[in-house]
């Protein structure tokens, strides 16, 4: 069974307007880490944001935050005020485990293209 | 903040021959590291986790013969691709596990085997 889950391969989003990318996920351990990266095609990983299952609030960077809903098991990219260089793929993925000793699991990705 | 430097960013090799690629952190000391391989438009495949001084663990389905990983100090892990053939070309990067919670990617090395 899919650990990770990206559902939308594709999506468009107008600049300066908020776009949310799709994530929903499947563990039975209750220690995990939900994390969001952005790839660009240059190949780099860039680290977007992090959220533990145990974090009460949902996490935000800046223009990034992350809808959890744990008992959805969803952890939803959203990102206010696209721009041009947002344009990349982007990769849900889940640690299962308490540290990052633990392997890291990738979704299938979504490719975001911003409009101008 | 925290670097991982991984070498070549790119390479193109003989059908046959044995490519190597280097993944080093360069101002921490990681324990752990990661190996993935993605192929054109799909996601990152964890093939391998490594651990200073001990062997890797392999995910199911990878040729531990084949992809040889050593991890002999805290801050160097490799990547050997043994007799490498035109279909192992893809897209190689390395993580390490930087602290409690993050992980530190390199930027890649695009393998090509001809």
């Known amino acids: 069974a899919q650990k990770i889950t990206q559902t939308q391969p594709g999506m468009f989003v107008q600049e300066k307007e908020a776009v949310t990318l799709d994530c929903t996920y499947d563990?039975?351990?209750?220690?995990?880490?939900l994390f969001w990266y952005k790839q660009p095609s240059s190949g780099e990983m860039i680290f977007l944001i992090y959220?533990?299952?145990?974090?009460?609030q949902n996490a935000t960077e800046g223009r990034y935050s992350l809808n959890f809903q744990k008992a959805r098991k969803s952890a939803n990219l959203v990102i206010s005020a696209s721009q041009l260089g947002d344009s990349a793929m982007y990769f849900c993925?889940?640690?299962?485990?308490?540290?990052?000793?633990?392997?890291?699991?990738f979704g299938s990705g979504t490719r975001l293209l911003v409009r101008p | 903040g925290a670097v991982v430097s991984q070498h070549p960013s790119w390479v193109i090799c003989k059908s046959g021959t044995s490519v190597k690629i280097e993944c080093r952190s360069l101002?921490?000391?990681?324990?752990?590291m990661f190996w993935y391989r993605q192929f054109p438009k799909q996601s990152l495949m964890l093939m391998a986790t490594?651990?200073?001084?001990?062997?890797?663990?392999?995910e199911q389905g990878v040729e531990k013969d084949k992809f040889l990983i050593n991890h002999a100090s805290l801050t160097l892990s490799t990547l050997t691709v043994t007799s490498a053939h035109p279909e192992d070309s893809s897209f190689y990067i390395c993580?390490?596990?930087?602290?409690?919670?993050?992980?530190?990617f390199g930027s890649g090395t695009r393998l090509t085997v001809v």
């Open positions: 993580s390490a596990s930087e602290d409690s919670y993050g992980y530190t």
């Open positions: 563990t039975s351990d209750p220690s995990y880490g």
């Open positions: 959220q533990g299952s145990y974090d009460q």
């Open positions: 993925a889940m640690r299962e485990g308490r540290d990052s000793s633990y392997k890291l699991i």
């Open positions: 101002d921490f000391q990681a324990t752990t």
């Open positions: 490594s651990n200073e001084g001990s062997k890797a663990t392999y």
